[in-house]
Nanobody, 121 residues
């Protein structure tokens, strides 16, 4: 159905920046919200940032002021600009997209394959 492909991860030093991209393809009609989650080794997957189709954003406290999420609806693409990266940002970053089920507030979730972000001291 929905395929999410992430790109932009890599190895950087603390204080540097990366920009992640995620493009949705397939049965994308009805996709509303998109976002980024991350999972470090031995940790649970956690929310990083989300954005609605209308542009409303939400950020984890740990990344506020450093990360910016945006999207290009025409290209079905969501971005995550990550500035002033810290070693604790090291994780696999996953793109997320949601499709409404028809029940208010209940969505289907789709996930990308993940892209590795490693930040060295």
């Amino acid at each position: 159905q929905v395929q999410l492909v992430e790109s932009g991860g890599g190895l950087v030093q603390a204080g540097q920046s990366l920009r992640l991209s995620c493009t949705a393809s397939g049965s994308i009609v009805g996709i509303n919200n998109m976002g980024w989650y991350r999972q470090a080794p031995g940790k649970q997957r956690e929310l990083v940032a989300t954005i609605t189709s209308g542009g409303t954003t939400n950020y984890a406290d740990s990344v506020k002021g450093r990360f910016t999420i945006s999207r290009d609806n025409a290209k079905n693409t969501v971005f995550l600009q990550m500035n002033n990266l810290k070693p604790e940002d090291t994780a696999v970053y996953y793109c997320n997209a949601q499709r409404a089920t028809g029940t208010w507030g209940v969505f289907f979730n789709y996930w990308g394959q993940g892209t590795q972000v490693t930040v060295s001291s």
